[in-house]
Each structure stands twice: as structure tokens, then as C-alpha cells.
């Protein structure tokens, strides 16, 4: 965690992400916490607000455009006591649409965290996506050989 730990932390942004309100009717999400990638806007909307919550703090490190096609989001944080570091990166299509979103979790154990408790709330709608609580387990047990 070398280099969101000397990374100047900036302001919180107030407000959603700019890019959460242009969201792409067939946007697709990818991430280290997901099995496979997630399409369409409502899908993506739901995920996204629940997940925002599961964060005790987020220090942000960068926030922002980077030029026209691309907005970036680095901050860090914990999810259950359990340190976590994200890198997202959106891609903006022509239209100005977030048209793909890119998110990447930090440490592996704060990844199995995020994903159990993704598990735990939407495992009716969205199990195949999350890792459950046996499944984290498991990666974690493998991991520390």
C-alpha cells in the first residue's frame, strides 16, 4: 500500500462521482470483487449505491477527468476494520456517457471483505458476482500458503 499511503490525500468531493449521472444504458462494470462483469445501468446503480456504503471513510488521492475519455478515482479506506484501496478508472464514450467502469480493490484481504459483504446483501439478485462467506474463506486460506 506504498503508494496510497504517500500519496497526498485532497479534499472529499461532495456529492456522486460526475460520471454516476451519465451512466451508459448498456454500461459495463468490471472489478477484482466481481466473478464476471456486470451490464446495464440499473444493475450497475444498484450495486454502486450499496457498495458506497460499506466504506468507513474514503481519502481520496486522485479525483478527476483525465482528458475528455476518462475520469479516475484513487482513495483509500477500510471496510469492516479490514484496510482497502481503490483504483477506478470510467471510460467515457463519445456521447459523454460512462460507458465502461473499471474498479480495483486492494489488498487481497480487503477484497475477499468487500466481496463477502457484496455476497451478503445481494446474493438473491447478484450471487453469481460475490464471493460467499466459504468461498472468501477459501481464497484467503489458499492465499496464505
Not at 10 to 19: D, E, H, I, T, V
Not at 29 to 53: F, M, Q
Request: hydrophobic residues 40%; charged residues 20%.
Amino acid at each position: 500500500m506504498k503508494f496510497i499511503n504517500t500519496a497526498p490525500i485532497l479534499p472529499r468531493p461532495s456529492g456522486p462521482p460526475p460520471w454516476l449521472a451519465k451512466l451508459a444504458p448498456d454500461a459495463t462494470l468490471e472489478g477484482a470483487v466481481l466473478k464476471r462483469a456486470v451490464h446495464g445501468k440499473e444493475n450497475i446503480l444498484a450495486l454502486i449505491s450499496h457498495a458506497r456504503t460499506l466504506y468507513q471513510f474514503q481519502d481520496y488521492t486522485y479525483y478527476g477527468n483525465v482528458g475528455n475519455q476518462f475520469f479516475l478515482e484513487s482513495y483509500r479506506s477500510s471496510v469492516n476494520d479490514v484496510p482497502i484501496e481503490c483504483s477506478l478508472i470510467v471510460h467515457m464514450n463519445d456521447a459523454g456517457e460512462a460507458d465502461s467502469i473499471l474498479i480495483h480493490h486492494y489488498p487481497l484481504e480487503g477484497t475477499l471483505e468487500f466481496s463477502r459483504l457484496m455476497w451478503e446483501k445481494f446474493g438473491d439478485r447478484f450471487g453469481d458476482l460475490y464471493l460467499s462467506q466459504a468461498q472468501a474463506d477459501g481464497v484467503a486460506k489458499a492465499s496464505r500458503k
